[in-house]
């Protein structure tokens, strides 16, 4: 390039007071390809920008330098500029002379000679500019919500509101994920499926939502805007297209004492089922490992009480395709499970609480479903062990959680919540009962929460003890638990009926495995990662992939429907149109001499790099060669640094121009 | 790191030398820090001069290198702290490359002192201040750069490496070479390979008729390592090869395979049991019997140890001072022709288009000066970094002997201290140079 404009800014005072601009002006004027170098008291003011317009139009410009502020101040306004007088906003450079030199430096020969050296690095710059456009990539206006739980529900709704169609994934045989399980929630005590049935019920009848239940994402290819997903949808044995719903099948099935999943294993359910009256849909699934049919071809009553003839015992698992532009992971939470073998010895869980020992040690989720209006014991709390109502009920509080023996150093952060939920829960079922809590801190941050525990204190007499419990023992049909008060330094022993355990959470079964088809970061937990904690809270590093719920970190309900509308909004903002506008400062591979060893393709954070063949015209294969996807690519080089031939080039930082802005400082 | 105080012309005055100093920042922290010490007006020295780029991960070892090249007394590379990469893991690619670079810089007799890494965030102002102003005051102190380039001419009075005495050498057929070409002839006429790569009375045999098979030899003179020529465009052209390795060359077919430079399926490896070549390598050498061979012939006697093993040649120019070092390494590259043979040897190097070859932009200087045959070596053996088999082809094939090995012997160590990797070794092991872990020392960086 050889007509290159110079605009040294004054900026006020603020340049000129320490580097004196008219020498500046005429040292630069005399730079190879330099044609026209002027200075003004303010660049970026409107007469400034005219007459850079105007230069770029009288003089011919073919690239411009402006040297005045730090280009993250006023680039844009200077591309803007270059662009309405006709010139390709990439062949603008700024040659920062004010925060990295006017401002730092208060000798003027030295200050004047830093920044003409510079301007001098920006005009080798901007000789080697090439004009860029911007990349269009073409969207495909669905999208995937991988989880049928509150935040897969609130992202799918949210989505399909704004007018776009939704494929929602849920391996379960219904939606409504942990939340349709909760009896009552914090800090309201509003009753959980009265909030969330309705909202499963929108899914189930939504024209732009399609859900594939009892089903799992299977495979994942290509990239953000144009995603295909493979869908596995596991044998269901019934056919959803002429079922009813009308109940005859699980009524009859003989086989009805098998441990319902939904419960956790506190009620019972038939072979044939649905996982709870209010389902979505309320379709039955036929459990393959009990059904008397499908293990020795026995019983068929089922088959030959369903009037619709839906049932179908040859089904077999389908693998469909949909195509979608955008992915909301929302597969949520598991509690960790204290009793069952774990798959890395650290887990192994507290054997002193006696879990999976005694019928009458339970879990928080047990717990829910014991006291749930809707629970196996319809309403009435029962212990497990004889079915006595427990007239003392200890909690005990961060059991895994915030402990680094079990590899779970983080806080759970919702359980101090449902526990002080539990004890109103229990006070309000079983009035003469007494609960008591062992904690270690309290932590209600939000809002109406620190009051919610004060009321479970003061109003409904939970006794709280400050302190861990060291051993859970059985005698008499009591459970003896021993721990101690460090408040009041006293060691303590309740008699209980019952013990509830809040076990930590823990990223869902599968998450790792999943994440790994999306190509999207976990943590060491297995929890997923955003892009950044803080600005990209609901962004992962693979385009076109968003994350709500729980998957990301335990949270409770309300930050995770507010997370799931986040996501849908930087999905929706996505889907606006039919093509994505992306910046053209990206990688790209010159294939006629990669030599495809694909150290770049291992290297890229955000896989934008994928395996190619280059073939002639008809078809015939010449090499290999490393391709970058432009829908993936961010911009940042680290191909370049690892490509040994330099095959790999950023656009817009060119080794071509480092080069030169290096070698001008000779 | 040695001890750098006994380098000549160090920490005198050297008055009224301003330093040049080149700073490669990376566009979301370093360069906004650098920004925000302007905006709260932090003072601090004008020398030096800051290239802006959108990431650490984008800062190469080439640039460091044409940094001193252009007249750099010093060289700064800063970017975003761990953790905070706006591409987030940018910065730890970088770092990984930086501490084998570091590693290949002291080999190399490298004053480290004039080479910078820090982290600076957007909102270190204060500490951008800081660091400019401590090392320009540094490098006023360490005076102008000069080792490399502007005296890079060779000192005749430069140290040189013990050699030993010749080996005494006792020519000697092994046992395995009757198996060797039956199964060769076999593997041609039988049409299961279209060529055989093996050893010939004088350098490689190349056999593609089955009647050819009396040509090889197996001996204890089949010291090269013959996968370089499975690279070849004309030996590719034939069809299927059969190669014949020892269990030190297997190696880079480990590498080249993870380099998907070679489909291993399509390739008959004829692994030879190996007692050693009485080379220097061979003394220190464990693998005796190959372990991904198609077939394997012979039966290794125990390692054949040297009653008087050479000299150890690396710990001996590690001994050296950094300034020795450089010494050396002035006076070994000046006898550097630039004839890239142990470019062509090597089994690695297989770039369709050598970065030395490519003219625009010049990353490194063609002419065989003391720049450009430093800037050659550099990038040769970087390129190496944890790639490295150690065959020693290159040292062997050098016709000026230098013994660049010594180079790929220390990026082999620091790969092997730093992340437990041997090049070769482990088909399933990560590569060093396209991954990171986030505990990867940082001790350097400032």
């Not at chain 1, 662009?83 to 700024?94: C, D, F, K």
């Not at chain 1, 009892?214 to 997903?229: C, H, L, M, P, T």
């Not at chain 1, 079983?430 to 009321?455: L, N, P």
């Not at chain 1, 590093?541 to 995770?560: H, L, R, S």
């Amino acid at each position: 390039m050889s007509k290159i404009g110079v605009f040294t800014c004054w900026c006020g005072e603020n340049i000129a007071r320490t580097v004196d601009v008219d020498e500046v002006a005429k040292r630069v004027a005399g730079f190879p390809g330099v044609v026209c170098s002027l200075n003004y008291k303010y660049m970026c003011s409107d007469p400034g920008q005219a007459m850079v317009r105007e230069k770029i139009a009288s003089e011919k410009l073919d690239g411009i330098v402006v040297a005045s502020c730090s280009p993250h101040m006023h680039l844009k306004t200077f591309r803007k500029a270059a662009q309405t007088a006709g010139l390709n906003p990439y062949l603008v450079e700024m040659a920062n002379i004010r925060e990295q030199c006017s401002w730092v430096h208060h000798d003027k020969p030295s200050a004047t000679a830093k920044a003409i050296d510079i301007i001098r690095l920006s005009v080798a710059k901007v000789r080697n500019d090439v004009p860029l456009r911007p990349i269009q990539v073409p969207v495909t206006r669905r999208a995937l919500v991988i989880g049928g739980g509150v935040a897969g529900i609130q992202a799918a709704l949210d989505i399909a509101d704004a007018g776009h169609e939704v494929v929602m994934v849920e391996r379960e045989p219904s939606i409504g994920g942990k939340m349709a399980g909760l009896s009552e929630t914090f800090p309201t005590l509003d009753c959980s499926q009265c909030i969330l049935t309705p909202r499963m019920v929108e899914v189930g009848q939504h024209p732009r939502i399609k859900l594939y239940s009892y089903s799992e994402v299977e495979a994942v290819d290509g990239f953000v805007g144009n995603f295909k997903i493979k869908i596995r949808q596991k044998a269901r044995y019934v056919d959803v297209s002429k079922c009813t719903g009308c109940g005859d099948c699980w009524s009859v099935c003989p086989l009805k004492k098998n441990p319902s999943e939904f419960d956790y294993g506190m009620g019972m359910r038939p072979a044939i089922y649905i996982p709870f009256p209010q389902a979505v849909p309320a379709r039955p699934v036929i459990d393959k490992k009990v059904c008397a049919k499908l293990i020795r071809n026995g019983c068929g009553l089922c088959e030959k009480k369903c009037k619709a003839g839906a049932i179908d015992f040859k089904d077999e698992d389908r693998v469909v395709e949909e195509s979608v532009g955008c992915i909301v992971v929302a597969t949520g939470y598991k509690l960790y499970n204290i009793a069952k073998e774990q798959p890395k010895a650290s887990l192994a869980g507290y054997g002193e609480y006696g879990y999976g020992k005694y019928k009458d040690v339970i879990d928080s989720l047990q717990f829910e479903r014991l006291i749930s209006a809707s629970g196996p014991t319809g309403g009435v709390f029962k212990r497990p062990s004889d079915g006595a109502i427990p007239k003392n009920v200890v909690f005990i509080s961060c059991v895994g959680s915030r402990d680094n023996a079990k590899g779970m150093p983080y806080c759970s952060k919702i359980c101090c919540m449902y526990t002080a939920k539990h004890t109103m829960l229990y006070k309000h079922k079983v009035h003469d009962g007494q609960a008591h809590v062992f904690y270690m801190d309290i932590r209600a941050g939000g809002k109406g929460y620190d009051e919610f525990v004060r009321r479970a204190i003061e109003q409904d007499g939970a006794r709280y003890y400050r302190g861990r419990v060291s051993k859970i023992t059985q005698e008499n049909g009591k459970l003896i638990v021993r721990g101690a008060d460090t408040l009041a330094g006293t060691p303590v022993e309740i008699e209980a009926d019952l013990v509830v355990l809040a076990s930590a959470m823990r990223p869902a079964d599968g998450v790792e495995e999943l994440a790994q088809k999306l190509n999207i970061g976990y943590d060491e937990f297995g929890f997923l990662m955003e892009s950044h904690p803080k600005l990209r809270p609901v962004e992962t590093n693979t385009g076109g992939v968003f994350i709500a719920g729980a998957c990301q970190a335990p949270k409770d309900i309300p930050e995770a429907v507010a997370q799931a509308s986040a996501a849908a909004s930087k999905v929706q903002v996505m889907l606006a149109a039919d093509e994505l506008t992306r910046e053209p400062e990206i990688a790209a591979i010159n294939e006629q001499t990669c030599a495809a060893c694909y150290t770049c393709l291992h290297t890229c954070p955000y896989h934008a790099i994928e395996r190619a063949e280059v073939r002639t015209g008809r078809g015939v294969f010449i090499k290999n060669t490393a391709r970058v996807n432009a829908g993936l690519c961010m911009g940042c080089g680290t191909c370049v640094s690892v490509c040994p031939s330099k095959s790999a080039d950023l656009q817009g930082f060119s080794e071509q121009q480092i080069y030169a802005m290096v070698e001008s400082l000779v | 790191m040695s001890d750098d105080s006994t380098r000549d012309g160090t920490m005198t005055e050297n008055k009224g030398f301003e330093p040049k100093i080149v700073a490669y920042v990376c566009n979301w922290c370093t360069y906004l820090g650098a920004d925000l010490a302007g905006t709260t007006r932090l003072e601090y020295p004008p020398n030096v001069r800051i290239i802006r780029l959108p990431c650490t991960g984008r800062i190469d070892f080439n640039l460091i290198v044409k940094g001193f090249e252009i007249g750099a007394d010093a060289v700064l590379v800063s970017g975003c702290h761990p953790g905070d990469c706006h591409y987030t893991a940018g910065n730890y690619h970088a770092r990984r490359r930086w501490i084998l670079f570091r590693e290949l810089l002291d080999t190399l007799g490298f004053d480290l002192r004039r080479i910078h890494f820090t982290w600076i965030s957007a909102a270190e102002g204060k500490k951008w201040q800081q660091v400019i102003t401590e090392m320009t005051e540094q490098t006023r102190q360490l005076g102008p750069y000069t080792d490399l380039y502007a005296n890079g001419s060779a000192q005749d009075s430069a140290n040189d490496l013990p050699s030993g005495p010749p080996t005494p050498f006792e020519f000697k057929t092994l046992p395995a070479e009757g198996a060797l070409r039956e199964s060769c002839r076999k593997l041609l006429a039988d049409g299961t390979v279209k060529v055989v790569i093996g050893y010939g009375q004088r350098g490689p045999a190349i056999l593609t008729r089955a009647e050819d098979a009396g040509r090889l030899v197996w001996n204890n003179r089949c010291v090269s390592n013959l996968t370089t020529y499975l690279k070849r465009k004309e030996i590719k052209a034939l069809g299927k090869p059969a190669v014949v390795v020892k269990p030190c060359d297997e190696k880079s077919l480990v590498v080249l395979e993870k380099e998907s430079q070679l489909d291993r399926k399509n390739i008959h490896v004829i692994g030879m049991a190996c007692e050693g070549v009485g080379e220097p390598k061979c003394t220190f050498c464990t693998a005796r019997t190959p372990r991904f061979a198609d077939e394997t012939l012979g039966e290794a006697a125990g390692p054949a140890s040297l009653a008087d093993p050479p000299p150890n040649r690396f710990a001996a120019l590690m001994a050296m001072a950094p300034a020795e070092r450089m010494a050396f390494w002035a006076k070994q590259f000046d006898r550097c022709v630039k004839c890239y043979a142990c470019r062509q040897v090597c089994p690695m190097c297989y770039c369709e288009r050598c970065i030395a070859d490519k003219n625009r932009p010049i990353a490194i200087d063609p002419a065989p000066s003391a720049k450009g045959n430093f800037a050659w070596q550099i990038a040769r053996a970087f390129h190496l970094a944890a790639r490295c088999v150690g065959c020693g082809e290159c040292s062997r094939a050098c016709p000026a002997g230098i013994d660049l090995a010594l180079l790929n012997i220390a990026l082999h160590k620091a790969a092997q201290v730093n992340f437990g990797y041997d090049a070769g070794v482990d088909p399933a092991a990560e590569p060093v140079v396209g991954s990171y872990a986030l505990q990867d020392k940082e001790d350097f960086i400032g």
